[in-house]
Every structure is written in C-alpha cells, then in structure tokens.
C-alpha cells in the first residue's frame, strides 16, 4: 500500500485566493483526519470524518474552511479565502476502527503571502 | 476535556545516552495512549501504544508503560543513536463513537554523535 498520500507537498499562495488540499487515505481505512501543525499551536484537529461523513468539525477555525470526503477514497480541505496566518502544514491521516492508530501523510506545507 | 502534557523541549543527548520524556494525560475514562515520531520534513508515524492499564508498549528499542494510578505514559529508551533525532508526540484516544488522537505539543530530540 502507498500510504495515505497528500497533494500538493508544498503550496504558495498570495492572501484572498482559494486553496484547495488533496487527500488519498488508504483503501479500507474507514476513517480520515485533517490536522493543522504549527509551532505556536502544536497539531490540531480539523475535521474528523467516518464512513465519509463529517463526525467532529468543532476544530474548523472559521467559514473560511471547509472540507469534503465525496467517497471513501478522497478528501479535500479547501481554504477560500487564504489569510497568511492559515500558513502551516497540513496533516491527512486515516485509521481503522481501533485498536489500530492512525498513518498520517507525509503533509502540504503551505503558505499565505 | 481530555489533554496531554509532554515534558518541553528541546532535549540534547550524546549517542548512546537514556532517554526518557515525560508524558502524563488527563481523561474522564480509560484511555488507549500513542506514541508518535516525526522525522524532519515527514508526517507522524506510530511508535508504539498501550491500550489498557499496566500495558508495556515497545518498538525500535524505545518503551512506555501505561501507568493508571500516575495517569503517565512515560517515553524510554537505553541508549539513544544519531537517527533517533526528531519531534515525539505522545496521544491518547478515548474509544467510543468519536475515535479522535488528542496530541501533546510534541518533544524535540537531538542526538549529537
């Protein structure tokens, strides 16, 4: 298996344009996480989907945000309008129901100009 | 809510030195407890866990006993090496209809040779 595979690795954008974060999650994993990592905040939750439906999107900082998983096989997080301090990187994991822990993908690095 | 405390870094350790990092955890039940390794410009990856009390979790020579009456997780390792350089995550889940991994903020090791 390839693991759960994030595009792009790396994202410049100016501030006001869309951003729009992919996901492939591994075939068979029944759930997905996006996480945001930043030095001031450590890894936080985003939005937590299970069977394809959003389960927990308490995370998401604002409308500006949103997410999406229309089959078991993708995922996006889309950014509209980009601010710079939405700079950081952004984690896609997936898991089976437990006991089993999460494999993460290796992560976009973005950033807002 | 549910958090984790990890020991702030950055840690410095000589090739061949212990290793410990704290990690203690506040729940309302019994939770499953993870360790994560990120290597530099890589996603998180799964050390080991422990999913019950007086569980010992082990891997690539590092472990952690869940210890219930301390509510710690402890990180330990005999003798560090060069590669073992890179940010540990200690995490909990609390198993139920939300599967989510509430993180600490993570400790920097670096291994000098």
């Known amino acids: 298996d390839a693991g759960v595979i994030q595009s792009p690795r790396h994202e410049v954008t100016e501030m006001g344009q869309e951003v729009t974060l992919r996901c492939k999650p591994i075939?068979?994993?029944?759930?997905l996480f996006w996480y945001r990592q930043t030095m001031m905040r450590g890894l936080e939750l985003l939005i937590y989907?299970?069977?394809?439906?959003?389960?927990?999107d308490s995370g998401m900082p604002e409308d500006r945000f949103s997410a999406k998983m229309p089959n078991a096989s993708f995922s996006t997080l889309k950014i509209q309008p980009s601010e710079p301090r939405d700079s950081a990187v952004y984690f896609c994991?997936?898991?089976?129901?437990?006991?089993?822990?999460?494999?993460f993908g290796s992560g976009t690095r973005l950033t807002v100009v | 809510g549910d958090s984790v405390t990890q020991m702030e870094g950055p840690v410095t350790l000589s090739e061949e030195a212990f290793l410990t990092i704290n990690c203690t955890y506040t729940?309302?039940?019994?939770?499953?407890l993870f360790w994560y390794v990120q290597y530099p410009g890589e996603g998180l990856q799964l050390l080991l866990k422990?999913?019950?009390?007086?569980d010992k979790g082990s891997n690539k020579g590092f472990e952690a006993t869940y210890r219930k009456e301390t509510t710690s997780f402890h990180l330990e390792k005999g003798s560090v090496q060069v590669s073992d350089s890179a940010v540990y995550f200690c995490?909990?889940?609390?198993?139920?209809?939300?599967?989510?991994?509430?993180f600490g903020k993570g400790t920097l090791l670096t291994v000098n040779p």
């Open positions: 989907f299970n069977n394809n439906v959003p389960i927990d």
């Open positions: 995490a909990l889940r609390m198993d139920g209809s939300n599967y989510k991994l509430t």
């Open positions: 422990a999913t019950k009390a007086d």
């Open positions: 994991a997936s898991s089976l129901a437990p006991p089993g822990g999460y494999t």
């Open positions: 729940a309302t039940g019994y939770p499953s």
């Open positions: 075939s068979g994993h029944n759930s």
